[in-house]
């Protein structure tokens, strides 16, 4: 069940205002069409932003590395028993971008295969890569992060803080009970969707600050579904759950003379009825066509396999705008990198490839983005069998939207002691702004401009938002407004 403060999430307001204005939805049936009706003004199309969240700190100068020599010597030198050979790298074939040799991860073969428009993407560049991104309240040189002469991230290189920082975008030690996501939802969600639809901000990894907003919050579920309180998918009429279950609906199906009863039990039964509405076209839905591109023993395929259903049922639940959560955490090496990260990266890249394939099977490709975050990279020096805690990292985005096959950004010069590096082994300073990163997606996404800064504090430090060009460049041609 979700709890009375997040029942709020389903209707995109507040409690108090839903207490008065919100219609009681008395059947399943009435609830369908409810959602039937158009949101004033609202748009026609669907899209969906989808976060795979990498908790622990990923070390992603092993997952992107040089591969022109030149550069690849610093990297070999800098990394020392961690530097992965030329010969083990797959090789990602840039068509523009910043024009230089890079490699992936040997672990990476469909992340390679999105990126160069091959195999099973033949013809389709569905994959890029952004370099040295991080969290930064304004851009910092070392010399300013070393004199302290400009404000900086709170608490950097630690992995709660930097969770929070990736899930906010306010890195500034201000206190921050929303995300990033959760405020894109406070701007669209009553615009953008259909009258009485679920959260527009649905997460599979128990609740993420990314997708809490001041007057929204999202929908918690599993990749069986939601998570019902009544028990209806209970059969057996003794089950212990079932017979509670039963009672409490009973109670709050009463008339009270209580206001506050009144509207508790008006808002508790129509939280249920949306919570059973969406297990109910989950489990209807027929998958079938793509379940086998998912590999079976792999957890965050499956979780990739739950959002394909999701985004399929956009529609029927009355969502235009979506954003679905997802975490895969242990990437925290620092005892051991080089085998824990390969399996690792195996079961991510089998997960995005197979995702990736069932949206562009579906006809979907064109309305969804997929991202990574991390807490933050990792330094490059080893520390014996591992990396320990840094600040600028790369990250994957995916999807029709996005013109693969680039790496964008400015990779960092990984000599130790460069200007990128902060001076304690290999911690890069971002050369790219989460705020940056984020705001080319919300502005696909439909976030206006005017309410850009709501969203993202910090934009105006890194970006114009009024500007007709994007903050990076990594969307395609009239993939964004």
């Known amino acids: 069940m979700i709890p009375l403060l997040q029942r709020r ?76 050979t030329t010969g083990q790298l797959l090789n990602l074939d840039q068509d523009g971008g910043d024009g230089q040799l890079y490699g992936i991860h040997p672990s990476c073969a469909g992340l390679q295969e999105m990126f160069n428009g091959t195999g099973n993407f033949s013809g389709k560049r569905r994959a890029a890569l952004m370099s040295n991104v991080g969290t930064l309240v304004q851009p910092v040189t070392k010399a300013q992060y070393l004199a302290e002469s400009v404000a900086l991230p709170r608490a950097l290189y630690s992995h709660s803080d930097q969770i929070d920082q990736w899930q906010t975008s306010v890195p500034q030690g201000m206190t921050q009970l929303s995300g990033w996501a959760g405020r894109a939802a406070d701007v669209l969600h009553d615009t953008v969707n259909e009258a009485n639809s679920i959260a527009m901000n649905i997460s599979l990894a128990g609740n993420s600050l990314w997708q809490v907003g001041n007057a929204t919050t999202q929908f918690v579920v599993t990749d069986r579904g939601a998570l019902t309180f009544t028990g209806s998918e209970i059969t057996d009429p003794l089950h212990a759950m079932k017979l509670k279950n039963t009672a409490h609906r009973s109670i709050i199906q009463q008339n009270y003379s209580n206001l506050l009863q009144q509207s508790y039990g008006q808002l508790t039964k129509s939280s249920i009825e949306l919570q059973e509405f969406f297990l109910q076209q989950y489990n209807n839905h027929d998958d079938s066509a793509v379940a086998p591109l998912f590999p079976t023993g792999n957890y965050i395929a499956q979780q990739f396999r739950a959002a394909a259903k999701m985004i399929a049922l956009r529609q ?49 490709q064109d309305s969804v983005i997929t991202y990574t975050a991390s807490d933050f990279g990792r ?9 320990d805690h840094a600040w600028g990292g790369n990250a994957l985005m995916m999807g029709g939207p996005v013109q693969g096959g680039r790496i964008y ?15 304690y082994g290999g911690r890069m300073i971002p050369t790219t702004s989460v705020d940056s990163f984020f705001a080319e997606m919300l502005r696909w996404f439909g976030v206006p401009a005017g309410s850009m800064s709501t969203v993202l504090p910090n934009i105006g430090n890194f970006y114009n938002v009024n500007s007709s060009s994007l903050p990076v460049g990594f969307l395609r041609a009239g993939s964004w407004v």
């Open 9 to 84: 999430q389903f209707f995109g307001k507040s409690a108090c205002a839903a207490m008065s204005s919100m219609p009681v939805l008395n059947t399943l049936v009435n609830l369908k069409l409810a959602q039937r009706v158009a949101g004033q003004g609202g748009p026609t199309d669907h899209r969906t932003l989808v976060c795979l969240f990498l908790n622990g700190g990923m070390d992603s100068f092993n997952w992107l590395v040089p591969r022109d020599p030149a550069r690849h010597g610093i990297y070999t030198t800098t990394r020392g028993n961690l530097a992965l």
């Open 316 to 364: 029927a639940l009355g969502l235009h705008r979506q954003t679905i959560f997802i975490g895969f955490g242990g990437w925290d090496h620092h005892g051991e990198l080089l085998n824990t990260q390969a399996g690792m990266l195996t079961t991510m890249s089998a997960a995005l490839t197979a995702f990736q394939r069932a949206l562009d099977q579906l006809g979907l």
């Open 379 to 387: 330094t490059l020096r080893s520390n014996g069998r591992g990396t």
């Open 409 to 423: 950004g400015t990779f960092p010069n990984q000599t130790l002691e460069s200007a990128d590096d902060t001076g």
